[in-house]
């Protein structure tokens, strides 16, 4: 049974930091590796999918690797703005299009 | 183009009445998912829908039910509902032309309060 571990749970960062947020998938057997953000009440936004066989995506100040071998995927915010305030959540992709999802990381840009 | 859609957007139910949530995927999208969010379990997968078939199912109790139309429209449906079924019921839709490659979109989610 897949699961998925998210790193840290919350964080707080100044405006213009930059930041590592980790996640960690217990079944290398995945379909992709996708991260979303959830604003308060909302549903979810895809910021970035990173296939089986790729290591990393980027989406403007937003880069993901993937290291199937160690379970491992981290989001990399570069210059963190307050609007980038949300929780942030990535899943893994097992079969028939079943996405696991971390806890998530609730993230906080101070202005 | 429009995303996907979830109606209605909030819900109140008293314990043991059913409800149905619908979900109108993007144009040309064929795969309809469906996930609970709650508190303490986070998301979790009930099951997905593709050409009117259900391709693949969570660990959720029979209560819990789906169909899909023709037109790829998706209804969920929940009986004899119990007060830890209060949740945010999402959907998600994608054209699911090959196992990996596609994102999934999510809809707003339905707010569902059981009393």
């Known amino acids: 049974k897949q699961e998925v571990t998210q790193i840290p749970a919350a964080l707080s960062v100044p405006e213009g930091e930059n930041l590592v947020l980790n996640c960690s998938f217990t079944?290398?057997?995945?379909?992709?590796l996708q991260w979303f953000r959830q604003d308060p009440g909302k549903g979810l936004t895809s910021l970035l999918l990173?296939?089986?066989?790729?290591r990393e995506q980027t989406s403007g100040r937003l880069n993901a690797s993937l290291d199937k071998s160690s379970g491992r995927s981290t989001l990399y915010i570069a210059a963190s703005q307050p609007g980038d305030s949300a929780t942030y959540l990535c899943?893994?992709?097992?079969?028939?299009?079943?996405?696991?999802f971390g806890e998530g990381t609730q993230l906080t840009v101070n202005p | 183009k429009a995303g996907v859609t979830q109606t209605p957007r909030y819900l109140i139910k008293t314990r043991g009445q059913q409800v149905t949530l619908s979900c109108s995927p993007i144009?040309?999208?064929?795969?309809v998912s469906w996930y609970q969010q709650t508190p303490g379990q986070g998301l979790q997968f009930l099951f997905e829908?593709?050409?009117?078939?259900?391709?693949n199912k969570g660990n959720f109790p029979g209560r819990f039910s789906g169909r899909q139309f023709s037109n790829s429209r998706s209804e969920m449906n929940v009986s004899t509902l119990e007060l830890g079924d209060s949740a945010l019921y999402l959907c998600?839709?994608?054209?699911?032309?090959?196992?990996?490659?596609?994102?999934?979109?999510f809809g707003p989610g339905t707010r569902l309060t059981v009393l």
């Open positions: 998600a839709s994608s054209f699911r032309r090959t196992y990996g490659t596609d994102t999934q979109y």
């Open positions: 079944d290398s057997a995945i379909y992709n």
């Open positions: 990173i296939q089986s066989s790729q």
């Open positions: 899943a893994a992709e097992t079969s028939g299009s079943r996405l696991t």
């Open positions: 144009s040309g999208h064929r795969s």
């Open positions: 829908y593709f050409s009117e078939t259900q391709r």
